[in-house]
Every structure is written in C-alpha cells, then in structure tokens.
C-alpha cells in the first residue's frame, strides 16, 4: 500500500548539516504552511510539549536500513534492527520528538530540542499528554545511554 503525505509545516533553525548529538537547546520555528490558519495552534500554548511528527527528507534510497546494524555504525554497541534504533535512516524516513514549547505565535510554534535539520518538512503535530507517557520505569540497553551521552549536549 502507498501512503502519501504533504507537510503541514517546515522546521526553521540553525541546523543545516544532518548531525548525530547536541541538539538539547536547539530552538525551532515550525512555521504552519498557508494551507493552514494560526487557529490550527489554537490552545497549543497550554500544553508544555508537544510530540512532532516528520519527514528525513535527506536520507538517500540508497542509505536506508531495513535489517540491523552497529548503531551509529559504532562495533562497540550491538548489532540491532532498524527497529530497534531511532536512526534516521528508517524505511519510512520517518521521525518523531517530543519537544519543549517555547511559545505559539500565529501559524508559527517555537519549540526546544527538536532534532530535525533547517527546512525539515513537519506531517504532525501533536500535544504531549501525560497519559500517554509510560507510568512505568523506562527499560533500555546500556548502549543507549552511550549513544544519548551528547545528543542533548548544547552546540
């Protein structure tokens, strides 16, 4: 079955070079395309996160995954499927954050910790609810904790 999508938004930062770490205290602007009215963002402000959906329009056909690897190609972590990563070289190319709100302002939302390059288009954008966190702790593989050291590092 083919889906397809169209952005409802575009990422506007300092990021333009697709990078692994550091992107804690990365300040967004997800600008709404004219598709879309500023009512959209209507009581978005009252939530403190908010989970947006996007699109790795970067990764080349050639650079997708579907099977497993060294995380970050790094040997030292194990070998594990794509499922098993947050890579952006996913079958779908699909990414997904929960970010920090920093202020909604017409048809733009600003937002802390976004880890999506300068012109990334957005296909959703959703508040974080609490009840849908996990309300259990949260189970991981050491290596992750290695992986995650810098990312949220500021630049």
């Known amino acids: 079955m083919k889906?397809?999508?169209?952005?409802i938004?575009?990422?506007?930062?300092?990021r333009d070079e697709i990078t692994d770490d550091q992107w804690g205290k990365?300040?967004?602007k997800i600008t709404l395309t004219e598709s879309f009215s500023a009512e959209s963002?209507?009581?978005?402000?009252?939530?403190?996160?908010?989970?947006?959906i996007f699109y790795f329009h970067q990764v080349q056909d050639g650079k997708i995954v579907e099977g497993a690897r060294h995380p970050r190609n790094n040997p030292s972590w194990p070998k594990t499927g794509i499922f098993s990563q947050r890579g952006k070289n996913r079958p779908n190319r699909i990414g997904l954050t929960i970010a920090k709100i920093i202020k909604v302002e017409g048809r733009?939302?600003?937002v802390?910790?976004?880890?999506?390059?300068?012109?990334?288009?957005v296909l959703d954008i959703k508040p974080a609810f609490r009840q849908f966190?996990?309300?259990?702790?949260?189970?991981?593989?050491?290596?992750?904790?290695e992986l995650m050291d810098d990312y949220c590092e500021e630049v």
């Open 26 to 28: 990365t300040i967004s």
């Open 108 to 110: 733009i939302l600003t």
């Open 9 to 14: 938004a575009y990422v506007e930062n300092h």
């Open 41 to 52: 963002l209507k009581g978005l402000n009252e939530f403190s996160h908010v989970e947006i």
């Open 112 to 121: 802390q910790g976004l880890d999506a390059i300068n012109g990334t288009p």
């Open 133 to 145: 966190l996990p309300t259990e702790p949260v189970r991981q593989p050491a290596w992750v904790d």
């Open 3 to 7: 889906i397809e999508f169209e952005a």
